[in-house]
């Protein structure tokens, strides 16, 4: 089968069982797809503002909502669409295009949390020294690798993926995935499971990290009074969304690969788009609850604009 040729298409069959309340599921995918956004962009907006939030931390959690947003985007808007179509279809470079961001956003999101672990590990455990370790410049720096770490893995994967000659069309999820479509390979996909094995490395040598972090933090929180408050009010936000992302991930490749093909096809769908879609709209809840400075910002800043309209 061509792959490059304009018109070939993957059908996705993940909403095959859905064949009744459909607008009910658009409406309530929009509605949450659209707070989604508004959310995570007010907390962006109100972070880059505010110069009193330009500390380390926010920084961080920013990135994170970004990339929330990113996720989401790669996946919302032909799954609303597709609730509204009675075929489920999506071109080959869109395929790969979603392919592309959904991988983006999670290689990115495991990467801003290993980050975010390792600031957690030095305003604790070295908190006299760490204005002094975490300089805006290692802070833009720590960011910037972030997101290009993840663009160089995503974009070799992409190339890798792109070079397959496919021998059908069908895949058995809500969106495109890396996975599914280098099923769909006639070719050899040795070099594709080389790089998903190098990758699988990657993530264990970052979960690595974040473990002997979070193995120093709480030795230090034993001790010290001061950091329990602070393992409390900005650990356990990081180890709620770090679980939360890994568990649902791990899950979704889990079955992915070794699951029945057979399987309900309504456990694959949640398992499939858990860590995308939970992730971006917890996360402003999640951090917006503990950290009592982001809401004092955030408030006072919209109540002054809405004081400046009226």
């Given at each position: 089968m061509e792959n490059s040729s304009a018109e070939f298409t993957f059908v996705l069959h993940g909403l095959n069982d859905t064949r009744t309340n459909k607008q009910i599921y658009f409406g309530f995918g929009l509605v949450v797809y659209t707070v989604t956004v508004?959310?995570?962009?007010?907390?962006v907006i109100t972070i880059i503002l505010?110069?009193?939030?330009?500390e380390p931390m926010y920084l961080f959690i920013c990135n994170l909502f970004v990339?929330?947003?990113?996720g989401a985007s790669a996946f919302?808007?032909?799954?609303?669409?597709d609730l509204l179509s009675?075929?489920?279809?999506?071109?080959?470079?869109?395929c790969l295009i979603q392919i592309y961001f959904i991988v983006f956003y999670t290689l990115c999101e495991f990467t801003c949390l290993t980050v975010m672990a390792y600031d957690r590990y030095v305003a604790i455990c070295k908190p006299l020294e760490y204005f002094t370790i975490m300089t805006h410049q290692k802070v833009m720096k720590l960011l910037a690798f972030s997101w290009l770490m993840s663009f160089l893995q995503t974009s070799i994967g992409a190339v890798l993926t792109a070079r397959l000659v496919l021998c059908?069309?069908?895949?058995?999820?809500?969106y495109c995935s890396n996975w599914e479509v280098v099923k769909l390979s006639c070719t050899d996909v040795i070099l594709n499971n080389v790089y998903g094995y190098f990758l699988i490395l990657s993530h264990v040598s970052q979960a690595v990290l974040i473990i002997v972090s979070y193995i120093h933090i709480i030795r230090a929180c034993l001790w010290s009074k001061t950091g329990r408050v602070k393992f409390m009010q900005t650990c356990i936000p990081h180890l709620i969304t770090l679980m939360n992302f890994s568990v649902s991930l791990i899950f979704d490749v889990m079955y992915s690969r070794y699951g029945k093909s057979q399987g309900l096809q309504a456990l694959r769908n949640i398992l499939g788009m858990e860590y995308l879609v939970a992730p971006a709209l917890l996360n402003p809840i999640i951090y917006g609850i503990n950290l009592s400075k982001i809401q004092q910002r955030f408030v006072k800043m919209y109540n002054h604009r809405l004081k400046a309209v009226s």
């Amino acid at each position: 089968m061509e792959n490059s040729s304009a018109e070939f298409t993957f059908v996705l069959h993940g909403l095959n069982d859905t064949r009744t309340n459909k607008q009910i599921y658009f409406g309530f995918g929009l509605v949450v797809y659209t707070v989604t956004v508004l959310v995570n962009s007010a907390l962006v907006i109100t972070i880059i503002l505010d110069k009193t939030l330009h500390e380390p931390m926010y920084l961080f959690i920013c990135n994170l909502f970004v990339n929330g947003m990113c996720g989401a985007s790669a996946f919302y808007p032909k799954i609303l669409y597709d609730l509204l179509s009675d075929i489920r279809v999506i071109s080959y470079t869109a395929c790969l295009i979603q392919i592309y961001f959904i991988v983006f956003y999670t290689l990115c999101e495991f990467t801003c949390l290993t980050v975010m672990a390792y600031d957690r590990y030095v305003a604790i455990c070295k908190p006299l020294e760490y204005f002094t370790i975490m300089t805006h410049q290692k802070v833009m720096k720590l960011l910037a690798f972030s997101w290009l770490m993840s663009f160089l893995q995503t974009s070799i994967g992409a190339v890798l993926t792109a070079r397959l000659v496919l021998c059908g069309n069908d895949i058995d999820k809500l969106y495109c995935s890396n996975w599914e479509v280098v099923k769909l390979s006639c070719t050899d996909v040795i070099l594709n499971n080389v790089y998903g094995y190098f990758l699988i490395l990657s993530h264990v040598s970052q979960a690595v990290l974040i473990i002997v972090s979070y193995i120093h933090i709480i030795r230090a929180c034993l001790w010290s009074k001061t950091g329990r408050v602070k393992f409390m009010q900005t650990c356990i936000p990081h180890l709620i969304t770090l679980m939360n992302f890994s568990v649902s991930l791990i899950f979704d490749v889990m079955y992915s690969r070794y699951g029945k093909s057979q399987g309900l096809q309504a456990l694959r769908n949640i398992l499939g788009m858990e860590y995308l879609v939970a992730p971006a709209l917890l996360n402003p809840i999640i951090y917006g609850i503990n950290l009592s400075k982001i809401q004092q910002r955030f408030v006072k800043m919209y109540n002054h604009r809405l004081k400046a309209v009226s």
